[in-house]
């Protein structure tokens, strides 16, 4: 049995060693992938009662090669390197450089475009001047920025965030918070923040039409935006069933694979002006 017991130690062992070592190595290729600009915006429409009326931009990385890479892994991880911080204004300048390219094309001209911002990048000091300089730099209309905030990241120096948010706010951005009702969220913050959208995570949404309890944490979630003057987006819309339910209860703004998966920036374009 003590045997037994060492064996067992060592293999844990060796198994946390191979994924420390996996995770520096991916932290080394990530740190590299920056530099060599391995990566690409993709891009999910937003759609409201049928008609596009933005996007999503999502990050997306070509590694050369163990070849697509998932943002749900190396997000976290730039995150706790703080290699999100180069990323991060990377995707916000190539979001923006989008923008422009799009208000020069009449079909797209009106669209919004969603960036997420992550923790640490929110959190800089000099985050709303990073915002300011990209939209100066590249001449685009603040309206049509919308940057992405997590419950999370708000809460933990609520007068910090209002101000950065106030800010930016009054040269025009707009704001959603994105995955709501899976943070702590508080109700006494939430109508402090200058918020534009709540965004209803897409975990309630997959089964909103056999949990009762995800449809109903749906239907709040509408109520409660709708009531505090809040637009509402729902996100991970798949089918036609859960569309309709949304819509029935007050909420005909959505993105998910029903209309488009994420898709790179030609295919997306393609995709608004053809439809
Ligand atoms: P998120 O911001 O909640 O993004 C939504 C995720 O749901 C995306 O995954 C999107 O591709 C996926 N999705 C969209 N429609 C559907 C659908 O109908 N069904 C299902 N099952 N999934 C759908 P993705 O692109 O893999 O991104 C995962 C997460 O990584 C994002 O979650 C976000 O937290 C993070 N992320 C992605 N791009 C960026 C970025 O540019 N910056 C930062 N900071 N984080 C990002
Ligand atoms: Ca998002
Ligand atoms: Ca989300
Ligand atoms: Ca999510």
């Known amino acids: ?4 017991g060492r064996n067992t130690l060592r293999f844990y ?28 915006l993709y891009y999910q429409a ?23 890479v998932s943002p749900a892994q190396f997000i976290p991880l730039a995150e706790e390197s703080a290699l999100i911080l180069p990323l991060g ?13 799009w208000s020069r094309n009449p079909a797209l001209a009106k669209l919004t475009l969603a960036v997420n911002i992550s923790p640490r990048q929110f959190a800089q000091a000099d985050f709303v001047d990073g915002v300011l300089g990209v939209i100066a730099q590249t001449g685009i209309n603040p309206k049509r920025l919308e940057l992405e905030l997590t419950e999370s990241m708000l809460l933990h120096d609520i007068e910090s965030t209002i101000d950065k948010m106030t800010q930016l706010k009054s040269c025009g951005v707009n704001f959603s918070l994105d995955d709501f009702g899976t943070g702590y969220s508080s109700l006494s913050y939430l109508k402090r923040l200058p918020l534009d959208q709540l965004k209803i995570d897409q975990s309630f949404v997959r089964d909103v039409l056999v949990d009762p309890n995800d449809a109903a944490i749906a239907r709040t979630i509408i109520a ?52």
Not at 16 to 37: H, K
Not at 50 to 61: C, K, N, S, Y
Request: glycine share 6%; proline share 2%; hydrophobic share 40%.
């Open 1 to 4: 049995a003590k045997a037994a």
């Open 46 to 68: 937003q759609v409201q009662s049928g008609r596009v009326i933005g996007a999503e931009a999502l990050v997306r990385w070509h590694h050369p090669s163990k070849g697509f």
């Open 224 to 275: 409660l935006g709708t009531s505090l003057g809040l637009r509402v987006i729902a996100e991970g819309v798949e089918t036609k069933a859960q569309c309709d339910f949304l819509e029935r209860h007050g909420c005909n703004t959505w993105q998910g694979y029903f209309f488009s998966r994420p898709i790179t920036a030609n295919a997306f374009e393609t995709l608004i002006q053809t439809a």
């Open 89 to 101: 204004a990377w995707i916000l300048r190539t979001a923006c450089e989008c923008l422009v390219r």
């Open 13 to 40: 062992n060796r198994a946390l060693q191979e994924r420390m070592q996996a995770r520096a190595a991916m932290e080394r290729d990530l740190r590299l992938a920056i530099e060599q600009e391995q990566f690409e």
